[in-house]
T-cell receptor, first 114, second 112 residues
Framework: AQTVTQSQPEMSVQEAETVTLSCTYD???????LFWYKQPPSRQMILVIR??????QNATENRFSVNFQKAAKSFSLKISDSQLGDTAMYFC???????????FGKGTRLSVIA | DSGVTQTPKHLITATGQRVTLRCSPR?????VYWYQQSLDQGLQFLIQ???????AKGNILERFSAQQFPDLHSELNLSSLELGDSALYFC???????????FGSGTRLTVV
């Protein structure tokens, strides 16, 4: 079974600085998809970014980018120019083309400090 | 507004009781997923429906059941509730699962 591990339960960053959240996963599949979701205090789950495993180019969405290392099974999220509104739980998630659901890590709580 | 509607937003009930959580998926989405998020935990997959049929099942307790109706809305039934069932229950939907799920705002269940 696929597993997703987020080794940093909590992190903090100063406003306008850059922070990187780590995620590793375990799978025997060669084709799969990775996601980062954000859960702010409102508790809504919001899709931040998506990466296809067969694409070598790292995905980017505005201030959010990933560092996808397929051989190392690593998928980190970089947030540039951190803003107070980035304060949230961040979940890494994995899915493969088989009939399996989205699998989540336990999350990293990020606090952006003014 | 994500387009996925969950009701109620909050629910407080006593041990031993039964509750029903409701979810309306985003327009056009045939798949509905239910997840449980306990305090400081990640999201645990419960069950998936696709166009009215059960498609996948996770570690869902026998006391829990779900269904998806012809209009594609889904209900999650929780019975013989225990204190440990207190959690945030999310519904999500997708048109293509490989592009990720769209989540509702969740139902906060408190069992006292």
């Amino acid at each position: 079974a696929q597993t997703v591990t987020q080794s940093q339960p909590e992190m903090s960053v100063q406003e306008a600085e850059t922070v990187t959240l780590s995620c590793t996963y375990d799978t025997s599949e060669n084709n799969y998809y990775l996601f980062w979701y954000k859960q702010p205090p409102s508790r809504q789950m919001i899709l931040v970014i998506r990466q296809e495993a067969y694409k070598q180019q790292n995905a980017t969405e505005n201030r959010f980018s990933v560092n996808f290392q397929k051989a190392a099974k690593s998928f980190s999220l970089k947030i540039s120019d951190s803003q107070l509104g980035d304060t949230a739980m961040y979940f890494c998630a994995f899915i493969d083309p088989g009939n399996t659901p989205l699998v989540f890590g336990k999350g990293t709580r990020l606090s952006v400090i003014a | 507004d994500s387009g996925v509607t969950q009701t109620p937003k909050h629910l407080i009930t006593a041990t031993g009781q039964r509750v029903t959580l409701r979810c309306s998926p985003r327009s056009g989405d045939l798949s509905v997923y239910w997840y449980q998020q306990s305090l400081d935990q990640g999201l645990q997959f419960l069950i998936q429906y696709y166009n009215g049929e059960e498609r996948a099942k996770g570690n869902i307790l026998e006391r829990f059941s779900a269904q998806q109706f012809p209009d594609l809305h889904s209900e999650l039934n929780l019975s013989s509730l225990e204190l440990g069932d207190s959690a945030l229950y999310f519904c999500a939907s997708s048109v293509d699962r490989l592009y990720g799920y769209t989540f509702g705002s969740g139902t906060r269940l408190t069992v006292v």
